[in-house]
């Protein structure tokens, strides 16, 4: 299902800063429904293979899109209908005004996705990409179960209330809950407007919870929709997690309490799919890494593809930073794979004779084992 929104004025941006997202637990109030309910958004499943080796690891899913703009479009919109964050719009249109794109003018859908290194169970946030991955989702009765994923667009914490690194598990789920605010995020309304309010009824247009809320081991940390809609891919909120209204509608019956879950912080990914490797690099939005490209060296080794990637496309891929699934394999490593295969399970006087060309000698330098 793709959703086509009434499009944005610019100052609409201004509004998704204002609402908070710390929780805890109240009453539910007689004012649900005031907010209407959005209906789930059709679910998308991404099969994938976590096996190490070059020849069956498939850990990226989805696939890049390009959409030519059309008159009123602005990365808001879009990345609402094709459920991005607006984070990612602007990272992989670097040079398209967000707010007037050339009609006609063909933008990048960074629809493409690598998956975070580490244990792929549950919920996983990675932080910079400002994306949620939840694994064990329902499958086709033809796959299995075990090697399914569904990926989200979120907003996190803004600088002063950055979203925690940390594991967790779901402790319970609440259907328009009710929003008692801190007292720091009072302090900090009452600056802003001049008065603050003790709770939002669940339900409420006000209520920057949303219509759903998923509550974590973390105190008052939680997934939860939103009322503001356009903060999804923004650092807005006061350290939770939000999903797009039909997004969290349609996560929340998956997600069991009691599942393991992390955010964690991952600014360089590396995958493989059909036998070649790509790098998805991000912003270090919280400034947590002095430096991307030995991020980038680290992720590599971690990956056991070192010897797959060319170096010189990496560098280029971290020093843009656009977000997008990249390939970053040697260009001819295809041939070059059956040549060395063919060499390695050769007898030792033919496989002495097999040579590459000098273009191949020069990119594979992998051995044969």
């Given at each position: 299902?793709?959703?086509?929104?009434?499009?944005?004025?610019p100052?609409?941006?201004?509004?998704?800063?204002?609402?908070?997202?710390?929780?805890?637990?109240?009453?539910q109030?007689?004012?649900?429904?005031?907010?209407?309910e959005?209906?789930?958004?059709?679910?998308?499943?991404?099969v994938?293979?976590?096996?190490?080796?070059?020849?069956?690891?498939?850990?990226?899913?989805?696939?890049?899109?390009?959409?030519?703009?059309?008159k009123?479009?602005?990365?808001?919109?879009?990345?609402?209908?094709?459920?991005?964050?607006?984070?990612?719009?602007?990272?992989?249109?670097?040079?398209?005004?967000?707010?007037?794109?050339?009609?006609?003018?063909?933008?990048?859908?960074p629809s493409?996705?690598i998956?975070?290194?580490?244990?792929?169970?549950g919920?996983?946030?990675?932080?910079?990409?400002m994306?949620?991955?939840?694994?064990?989702?329902?499958?086709?009765s033809?796959?299995?179960a075990?090697?399914v994923?569904?990926?989200?667009p979120?907003?996190?914490?803004?600088?002063e209330?950055?979203?925690?690194?940390?594991?967790?598990?779901?402790?319970?789920k609440?259907k328009?809950?009710?929003?008692v605010?801190?007292?720091?995020?009072?302090?900090?309304r009452?600056?802003?407007?001049?008065?603050?309010?003790?709770?939002?009824?669940?339900?409420?247009?006000?209520?920057?919870l949303?219509?759903?809320?998923?509550?974590?081991?973390l105190?008052?940390y939680?997934?939860?929709?939103?009322?503001?809609?356009?903060?999804?891919?923004m650092q807005?909120?006061?350290?939770?997690?939000?999903?797009?209204?039909?997004?969290?509608?349609?996560?929340?019956?998956?997600?069991?309490v009691?599942?393991?879950?992390?955010?964690?912080?991952?600014?360089v990914?590396?995958?493989?799919?059909?036998g070649?490797?790509?790098?998805?690099?991000h912003?270090?939005?919280?400034g947590?890494?002095?430096w991307?490209?030995?991020?980038?060296?680290?992720?590599?080794?971690?990956?056991?593809?070192?010897?797959?990637?060319?170096?010189?496309?990496?560098?280029?891929?971290v020093?843009?930073?656009?977000?997008?699934?990249?390939?970053v394999?040697?260009?001819?490593?295809?041939?070059?794979?059956?040549?060395?295969?063919?060499?390695?399970?050769?007898p030792?006087?033919?496989?002495?004779?097999?040579?590459?060309?000098?273009?191949?000698?020069?990119?594979?330098?992998?051995?044969?084992?």
């Amino acid at each position: 299902m793709r959703l086509r929104r009434p499009h944005s004025a610019p100052w609409l941006l201004v509004a998704c800063v204002l609402a908070g997202g710390i929780v805890l637990l109240g009453r539910q109030s007689g004012h649900a429904g005031d907010n209407p309910e959005v209906p789930p958004r059709e679910l998308v499943t991404h099969v994938f293979n976590p096996e190490s080796g070059i020849d069956r690891q498939q850990t990226v899913v989805g696939m890049t899109q390009v959409h030519v703009v059309e008159k009123g479009d602005t990365f808001l919109d879009l990345a609402r209908e094709y459920d991005l964050g607006y984070n990612e719009m602007v990272a992989a249109n670097p040079t398209i005004d967000p707010w007037l794109p050339r009609v006609g003018a063909s933008l990048v859908i960074p629809s493409e996705w690598i998956l975070p290194a580490g244990p792929r169970e549950g919920i996983v946030v990675n932080i910079p990409e400002m994306r949620l991955y939840y694994y064990d989702a329902p499958a086709p009765s033809s796959q299995d179960a075990n090697t399914v994923v569904v990926s989200y667009p979120v907003g996190l914490g803004r600088q002063e209330w950055r979203t925690p690194r940390a594991d967790f598990r779901i402790r319970g789920k609440t259907k328009d809950p009710v929003w008692v605010l801190p007292e720091t995020v009072r302090i900090e309304r009452i600056a802003e407007k001049g008065f603050s309010e003790e709770s939002i009824p669940g339900g409420h247009p006000d209520n920057p919870l949303g219509r759903h809320r998923i509550e974590l081991t973390l105190g008052a940390y939680a997934i939860h929709g939103t009322n503001k809609q356009w903060g999804v891919g923004m650092q807005v909120s006061h350290g939770c997690v939000r999903l797009y209204p039909e997004d969290i509608a349609a996560l929340f019956p998956l997600a069991d309490v009691g599942s393991k879950g992390r955010f964690d912080y991952q600014p360089v990914k590396i995958g493989a799919r059909n036998g070649r490797v790509l790098v998805e690099v991000h912003q270090d939005i919280y400034g947590l890494t002095p430096w991307l490209w030995l991020v980038a060296q680290d992720a590599v080794r971690d990956s056991g593809l070192e010897q797959y990637i060319d170096q010189a496309k990496l560098q280029a891929a971290v020093e843009a930073a656009s977000g997008v699934a990249t390939d970053v394999g040697l260009s001819n490593w295809p041939v070059a794979r059956e040549m060395i295969l063919r060499a390695s399970t050769a007898p030792p006087s033919v496989a002495m004779g097999v040579a590459l060309s000098p273009a191949a000698a020069s990119e594979v330098t992998v051995q044969p084992n």
